[in-house]
Nanobody
């Protein structure tokens, strides 16, 4: 089972980006999913999370600007980021609790990270 995050890049302040995180492999089910970020010199922090039934949770710093969503049929999660600020610059990681096919165990999986740079 593998998580792959993509969609990062360079954007000007006030701009938008959409990140995607796709899970691949032999998957029975995916539970909670989330986006984390780590800025240079700082600890990794939770940005947004979404349960399997669509309930969401956001860090105060991104409420009203970021929207997390998921497509369970495609095993994919998204993060729509609007009104981006320089302080949003970070490497963004996706995380998911995945139950592989043939397993009774839930594994916490991480994507490789995608860099978001907000700068003029």
């Amino acid at each position: 089972v593998q998580l792959q995050a993509f969609g990062g890049g360079l954007v000007q302040p006030g701009g938008s980006l959409r990140l995607s995180c796709a899970a691949s492999g032999s998957i029975f089910s995916i539970n909670d999913m989330g986006w984390y970020r780590q800025a240079p010199g700082k600890q990794r922090e939770l940005v947004a999370a979404i349960t399997s039934d669509g309930r969401t949770n956001y860090a105060n710093s991104v409420k009203g600007r970021f929207t997390i969503s998921r497509d369970n049929a495609k095993n994919t999660m998204y993060l729509q980021m609007d009104s981006l600020k320089s302080e949003d610059t970070a490497v963004y990681y996706c995380n998911a609790k995945i139950r592989p096919s043939g397993s009774i165990r839930w594994d916490a999986s991480w994507g490789q990270g995608t860099l978001v740079t907000v700068s003029s």
